[in-house]
């Protein structure tokens, strides 16, 4: 059973850069036809899609967040990585990493990270 589990840095500072790692197991993130996607969910809100990383490589990011974003992989150690540059406590919120099936270039999230909490702040 594929697992996907989130790493990084639980506080960081406004107008830093927010850097996470999801490290997939029993399973290759270039494996198609599979889409490595970043969620979260602020407090007290709805979830929101950041971006994703295909099985090969392609990106695609959020209009909102597109200019502070970056999804990159390392597919040697079978993780794919979030850099969200120049936070402020608006991006404080639960993230998570998300398989996202793409089954006849349909989404459908079948397999979610635990998520984790980065709190933006002082």
């Known amino acids: 059973q594929v697992q996907l589990q989130e790493s990084g840095p639980g506080l960081v500072k406004p107008s830093q850069t927010l850097s996470l790692t999801c490290t997939v197991s029993?399973?290759?993130?270039?494996?198609?036809?599979?889409?490595w996607t970043w969620i979260r969910q602020s407090p007290g809100k709805g979830l929101e899609w950041i971006g994703f990383?295909?099985?090969?490589?392609?990106?695609d990011y959020s209009p909102s967040l597109k200019s502070r974003i970056s999804i990159s992989r390392d597919t040697s150690r079978n993780q794919f990585s979030l850099q969200l540059s120049s936070v402020t406590p608006e991006d404080t919120a639960v993230y998570y990493c998300?398989?996202?099936?793409?089954?006849?270039?349909?989404?459908?999230?079948?397999?979610w990270g635990k998520g984790t909490l980065v709190t933006v702040s002082s």
């Open positions: 029993d399973g290759s993130i270039t494996t198609a036809y599979y889409y």
């Open positions: 998300v398989r996202d099936r793409n089954l006849n270039a349909v989404t459908e999230y079948d397999i």
């Open positions: 990383i295909t099985y090969d490589g392609s990106t």
